[in-house]
């Protein structure tokens, strides 16, 4: 498996195909087609083959996939068979919101702890985690190394983002979601991905335009 | 423009592009080139221009992209050269910080109302946006037809999430940004985008483990 050769929109579905055998397998289901697979999540099953070709061969003919072992096996493509520890800056509305986000520990990624720079906030609960207590900045350092923390979340407004990002790149944190509505500057080893809500709605606005200019599809 | 034509990653870089755009402006900049605006995203200028053109002819030979023109292309392109009411159901953690999330309204996109179905939350304003009171379900068609509302978010438990979509459908709903971690079903003709945050954490965890397995980069 070379990174180079993946692009990234096969990795992004191997966690909706992830999300669509636990589906499955919670329906009872043990082995799915790549055609079945395909149409839960609008995709050819040419695609899906494709897609999981850059990572293994894992179908068994005439009966499709093993449910309980491709997702083991994305899984561990992903990642995720292991639990990560993460640390969360910023804890106004969305941070608050996030660090109760059950996606997150379902998913093995385990909050261990929560910073901001507000001194109202330090050394309270996070509103929505009653077991964390609100960290000054300066204990980041600490935190990641006290808890091995490779990733990061930050929410805290665009002004303060570049900033905690320095310092978490500082700490050793190698990937960081970031929620903050600007962009940043990172040494090119370590991982970003950002979160814009708002594209999400322009893509919607997109689509709802697309739909009045075509012509209503028959049949 | 056909949108058969056209593919997603192209319409979610137009996104990207606007943003890169706006900081170029802000920036006091009046054109830019393909190449610069591929560097800022991590694309190939080729890339950029393969985009663009699914859209129209925008560069102009010797200067580059007009920076001001391009900008208004790609709003109007994506809908949102106009203001979008949109409508917001569930106020839990996460509702209340997407209420009060600035980037939305940056963008063009109004919250005009905000549902619950608790009977506590009932009457009483949104905790980050005092001047909207949150009301019950019950209303959402009146405010659908009274304000003209085509895209809405739903941020409500898992369990109550297909039944707010089909609220939100039959009141006339053509847009939903699903926050609810579990699919929708809707007609063919309802445009449907899925926030699932685990997801990015995902493609980090994926993307750390990449730069591990591989060996470092010389030069």
């Given at each position: 498996m070379k990174a180079d050769h993946i692009p990234a929109p096969a990795v992004k579905r191997l966690s909706l195909y992830l999300r669509e055998l636990e589906n499955l397998q919670r329906g009872g289901r043990t082995t799915v087609s790549s055609r079945r697979l395909g149409d839960a999540l609008g995709l050819t099953d040419a695609q899906v083959r494709k897609d999981l070709a850059y990572f293994g061969q894992f179908g068994h003919p005439?009966?499709?996939?093993?449910i309980t072992e491709l997702s083991t096996e994305i899984r561990r493509i992903l990642g995720t068979d292991r639990t990560w520890n993460i640390l969360l800056v910023g804890a106004g509305n969305l941070g608050t919101a996030l660090a109760a986000y059950r996606g997150f520990s379902k998913r093995g990624f385990h909050l261990v702890a929560v910073f901001d720079s507000d001194p109202r906030k330090i050394?309270?609960?996070?509103p929505s985690v009653e077991s964390i207590t609100i960290q000054p900045l300066g204990e980041i350092a600490k935190t990641v190394k006290q808890y091995d923390v490779r990733l990061a979340i930050i929410s805290v407004p665009a002004e303060a983002a570049q900033q905690v990002a320095d310092l978490l790149v500082e700490a050793g944190v190698r990937g960081v979601l970031n929620f903050a509505p600007t962009a940043l500057t990172v040494p090119s080893e370590i991982a970003v991905s950002a979160v814009d809500m708002a594209v999400q709605l322009e893509q919607l606005s997109f689509q709802l335009g697309m739909m009045q200019r075509l012509p209503a599809r028959s049949g």
């Open positions: 005439g009966i499709g996939y093993d050394g309270r609960p996070v």
